[in-house]
């Protein structure tokens, strides 16, 4: 029974230890990546030290800055990420300045259907789909660019009064986003768009960061980390 016990024990540390790994990193890459117009979603749980509640929410990476910018009364938001980064592996928080937590949605923020979208995470074994648009992604995109460099090469041995004028054309283009879009739906897009933001961050647990499309405002895949 004793050796029962201690197997199970090692394999709960093992687990915890490894499921630690993918979200610290993904934390880090969030905020890392600086305030942008298409920031990553991150994961974190903070402790309202006014009312002593302690939730998980999910924000972007501009607003969790801009929080802790405000909460830690600094300037500098290098010296914010640099605050972030260093608690990267707990994510946990306490907080006091009601604006700040305001600009989390502390109050507001509620995760759905977490109990859904971990069986759907696991059944259609999702992460190791989003791992492999992630490989598809940067295929394409290396096929995409010997083509286009084939292509300059033989126009420009050409060198006839138009070929200045021969840019890639956009037909080619939605020949490489269609395909994309193709396995983006196939593998993630119908549950996204039906749990929305809890998608984002059940996902996120396991290394995959979604960010906001800055022209259209939909989420969008970005990563998983390593």
């Known amino acids: 029974m004793k050796q029962v016990i201690t197997i199970l024990i090692i394999i709960l ?3 915890i230890t490894f499921g630690q790994g993918k979200p610290e990193k993904a934390f880090e890459k ?4 600086g305030y942008t117009t298409a920031p990553y979603f991150v994961v974190l749980t903070v402790k309202n030290l006014n009312t002593g509640q302690i ?3 999910l924000t972007d990476a501009n607003s969790l800055q801009d929080a802790f910018k405000k909460e830690l009364d600094l300037a500098d938001y290098g010296k914010v990420r640099e605050f972030l980064t260093e608690n990267s592996k707990t994510r946990f928080f306490e907080m006091k300045n009601e604006e700040a937590l305001e600009i989390l949605r502390f109050e507001k923020y509620k995760l759905k259907s977490e109990k859904k979208i971990e069986n759907i995470i696991h059944k259609e074994n999702l992460i190791d789909s989003l791992c492999k648009i992630q490989l598809q992604r940067k295929l394409i995109s290396v096929e995409i660019h010997k083509y286009y460099a084939q292509r ?3 126009f420009n041995a050409i060198k006839d009064s138009i070929s200045s004028h021969r840019q890639f054309p956009k037909k080619e283009y939605i020949i490489y986003e269609d395909e994309l879009e193709r396995l983006e739906t196939k593998f993630f897009r119908d549950y996204q768009l039906k749990y929305g933001m809890s998608f984002c961050h059940v996902v996120f647990k396991y290394g995959a960061i979604f960010y906001r499309n800055c022209l259209n405002g939909m989420l969008e895949f970005g990563q998983v980390v390593d």
Not at 30 to 33: I, K
């Open 13 to 15: 540390n093992f687990q």
């Open 30 to 33: 969030a905020v890392n990546n």
């Open 55 to 57: 939730k998980e929410i």
């Open 152 to 154: 300059d090469e033989f």
